[in-house]
């Protein structure tokens, strides 16, 4: 606390993000990360854009990017919105879209825990929409009532940290039941076994789909992330970032992600292997005797009735592996895992059957 910040500043509770441990070896099960290493094309592209050229600024509007991410997607690029991680474009989105006098940003109680963070930096009212008792999302519940019209609507698609998913045609339901406002579909895990929203877009100007490179590109230390959308929902967000930083992918990131956009072989393998040993991974828990919600994303959440999750993930970390729990209302038992290798899990169940054994 001092007396030279913003009083905004001093009002914030800022987003924490999973640990990045300084120590080698550990089982890192925590932050949803791809186990597998970035297509061997990106890291290529990444070191021959290592260059003179890094003297120049980068293309501020990331036109080849964006190009990648439109051919991607099957869009055009006046459509397509890229920034640095989808933490940017999804903060530039709050900015852009959610704050309406006397209209408040609809989110799931259980969900991104980023999103009470930049209702709090902009100063937007939000209210959270209960999921129901196994977590799923009703979509009823979003839609237009006499007493609450909805400012914007944010919602992960498949959700975090459930990992659960609404079909597509739930989606589209939510969007075009709700023409006032802007209907962001998160998708930062949707490669994992979901539907992607992408293909709405053309048919409704209130959707705009984000995505990461994160995750299922295995980028997360390179920082692209994308928004697709109306051209007029696309304008709002450069409004924004021109308003803010206009350079905000830099010409390695630029390079790279095209590169990793471009190899679609690699990308559905290493997606596949991920799918695969979640449902390897899932089968040994609900031996282990744990509930595991089902997921369509590159990790699990789970409880074990006669365990309590935190002294699990306290026991798991002894064993040098590290998981996700929220001490939170409704989670407070859960363990979010990742997916790992199959080593890595394989490694996580042995260390399971020791502590639930013992
Ligand atoms: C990981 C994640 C993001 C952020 O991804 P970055 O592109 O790395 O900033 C956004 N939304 C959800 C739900 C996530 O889990």
Not at 111 to 135: K, M, N, T, W
Not at 265 to 281: G, H, L, P
Not at 288 to 308: I, K, M, T
């Amino acid at each position: 606390m001092s007396q030279y910040w913003s009083p905004v500043v001093a009002g914030l509770s800022p987003y924490v993000p999973g640990e990045q441990p300084k120590l080698q070896n550990l089982i890192k099960l925590n932050t949803n990360e791809n186990p597998y290493p970035p297509s061997p094309r990106a890291l290529q592209a990444i070191r021959e854009a290592a260059d003179e050229a890094l003297k120049r600024y980068p293309d501020p509007a990331s036109d080849a990017l964006r190009q990648a991410v439109a051919a991607t997607h099957g869009v055009s690029v006046g459509e397509v919105f890229v920034g640095n991680g989808s933490d940017e474009v999804l903060a530039h989105a709050f900015q852009a879209f959610f704050k309406h006098d006397g209209r408040p940003l609809l989110f799931p109680d259980i969900s991104y825990s980023f999103y009470p963070v930049y209702c709090g930096l902009y100063q937007i009212e939000f209210h959270r929409v209960a999921l129901q008792d196994d977590f799923s999302l009703r979509v009823d519940d979003y839609l237009p009532q006499a007493q609450r019209t909805a400012g914007g609507i944010i919602l992960p698609n498949p959700n975090a940290p459930t990992g659960r998913a609404l079909p597509l045609g739930e989606i589209e339901r939510l969007v075009a039941g709700n023409p006032q406002c802007v209907v962001l579909i998160d998708e930062a895990y949707v490669d994992f076994g979901a539907q992607s929203a992408a293909s709405l877009v053309s048919r409704y100007p209130n959707l705009l789909v984000v995505q990461t490179l994160s995750k299922s590109r295995s980028l997360a230390g390179l920082r692209v992330g994308f928004a697709i959308g109306h051209p007029a929902l696309i304008e709002g967000l450069n409004r924004v970032k021109d308003s803010f930083n206009s350079y905000p992918i830099d010409r390695l990131a630029q390079a790279g992600a095209i590169a990793a956009l471009q190899d679609s072989a690699y990308f559905e393998q290493t997606c596949r292997a991920v799918i695969a040993t979640r449902e390897r991974m899932t089968a040994s828990l609900v031996e282990q005797g744990f509930e595991v919600l089902p997921s369509a994303a590159n990790f699990v959440f789970a409880r074990h009735p006669g365990h309590d999750a935190a002294t699990l993930a306290a026991q798991l970390r002894e064993r040098s592996i590290i998981v996700r729990h929220f001490r939170q209302p409704r989670i407070d038992q859960f363990l979010r895992i990742s997916i790992g290798t199959d080593d890595e899990s394989q490694a996580l169940i042995a260390a399971l059957n020791t502590i639930l054994g013992a």
